[in-house]
DNA sequence: ACCAATGCATGAGAAGAAATCATCTATTGA
DNA sequence: TCAATAGATGATTTCTTCTCATGCATTGGT
């Protein structure tokens, strides 16, 4: 077959100069001299018996063969690139879904802390209120989910929430404690056979008999910024309240009335919990829940 | 993206070690050390950032990623071995493809001649006896056919063939130029609008009044070969014939008899005349009639 | 239960590629 | 005509890649 298979490198050089046309800007490309893709080029030829370029004064051009040959090798360079980057990925990205208001509310402004701890791992996040099928997706590699508990895919669970009222702190002082003209923002919560949680339920739970406004929004964070907006008092669990809080965005409204609500579950294909990128996400996820 | 793209070496090593499964056997594979595979694939786990192998004793065995990976390398790499292989064989292998007949009589016996002027060519024949469209099938470089006159098509064209009788030297001497007795072998010529090349016309140039046996058969070297063995006087040409009389194994009858034949024509797509092994060929084929 | 054999890991140093440097040639275009 | 460009060539240097010597853990045979 062939005298001596040529080295790959001279491949690469052959590569990069077929498709740029020039052996200056494959050196540039490959950060070498033109000299070193001049000496791979001829190196290749002698090692093929074959002629690639047609030499002209300034330039080159490929030969129909070294045009086939480049072409070919231009795909499998390609096909090597892609899996290399491919073989990255899945090592060193961590694709997590879970819902708009976890991600807003939550885990955005501990992804920069996450990132600390882990600089080689990258954090991407995808939300939607639509359940992902880890078995069907691959590319996810966690879901975390409000109060699901789909037993042989929980990897763990976050501490339950406390639903309570939160409101703009200028609000809440001027309140002083009563809801009399106050607007509650809540969210519809749809978790069936679940105790409700409602701003009926809270009342209930406060023993208070004032009739507030009330307003609803499909989505959690939503009731969150309306209320840091001072439209009101949002109805939220203290995990997503709790950097508003801190941020002195929002404070809370009588915090001694608490609702129960559920968990947040964090689900993975057993047989994936054990890989480096996901424990490392899990480990860091729970404790940053203390 | 990548901290640093691996070497196209360690690549090459992973490839062999994960389709071996087996350092040492990659090692044999690319004629290097066990130690320098082992190298290797640590090296690139390191650029990676990933782990490739689960070494155990004395095994090692792939990863998933490294499977995935591995899986399309491979792919990869026998791209590069087939593009470099085919340039090869583009550059370096000659396909003829011409008359049984000129095969067996003519090509054969000076093939190795061929060879000798220009060994970095290797000589492929096919032979059959449907013409072939050269721009259909990309794998014919050259058809050498019987009087065909293909305008745009025609490389070249031997010397007119001369038609006569070659008989075994014994039964030529035996015959003492009479036919009577002899079986005079030829074959069906089914060349339109020509001049007839059949033992009748023959006969008849030889203004002789014998009444020979006839036989008739498809191929003309099969002819050849039944007046080798005896059996008859061979109609057939001067071309085909000189080697076998060279040999000592026919001589001709009545020599001074001889029909006028067609020519064999050399037919090659215009644009590839000049193709190296192309022009070779035709170069030496033509001063080989001489 | 022990010892030889196997397969891989590791570090240091040797061998061998591959890159560069300096120099040349042949154009091109200003 | 001369500076600038793109590439070729050969000698030299640099640095990758290989090997050697050695070590370790395990397996299988006696």
């Known amino acids: 077959m062939l005298r001596a298979m040529p080295s790959l490198i001279s491949l690469r050089a052959f590569d990069a100069a077929a498709r740029l046309g020039s052996f200056k800007d494959a050196a540039d490309e490959l950060s070498v001299s033109p000299t070193a893709v001049s000496h791979h080029i001829r190196g290749l030829e002698q090692a093929l018996d074959v002629q690639l370029f047609v030499r002209e004064t300034r330039a080159v051009h490929l030969t129909e063969t070294g045009r086939r040959l480049s072409e070919r090798l231009a795909s499998a360079f390609t096909e090597i690139a892609d899996a290399l980057s491919e073989v990255h990925a899945t090592e060193h990205e961590l694709t997590v879904t879970t819902t708009p208001a976890f991600a807003a509310l939550w885990l955005v402004p501990r992804m920069e802390a996450f990132h600390a701890a882990h600089p080689d791992i990258r954090l991407r996040l995808e939300t939607g209120t639509v359940p992902v099928d880890l078995a069907r997706d691959r590319r996810i590699d966690l879901a975390i989910r409000y109060g699901v508990d789909e037993g042989p895919l929980l990897a763990c669970a976050l501490p339950p929430e406390r639903i309570g009222l939160y409101g703009a702190p200028n609000m809440v002082a001027a309140l002083g404690g009563r809801l009399n003209g106050a607007t509650i923002l809540s969210t519809e919560w749809e978790q ?51 950097d508003l809080v801190a941020r002195g965005l929002l404070t809370p409204f009588r915090p001694d009335i608490q609702l129960r609500g559920l968990s947040y579950s964090v689900l993975c294909l057993p047989e994936r919990v054990r890989v480096r990128k996901i424990a490392r996400f899990i480990c860091w996820l729970e404790a940053s829940c203390e």
């Not at 009731?223 to 709790?242: D, F, H, K, P, T």
């Open 192 to 242: 069936p056979g679940l105790p409700p949680i409602t701003p009926e339920a809270w009342i209930a739970a406060a023993s208070a008999d004032d009739k507030p406004e009330l307003r609803q929004f499909e989505q959690e964070h939503h009731v969150a910024q309306c209320a840091i907006a001072g439209q009101g008092l949002a109805l939220i669990s203290n995990l997503l309240a709790g």
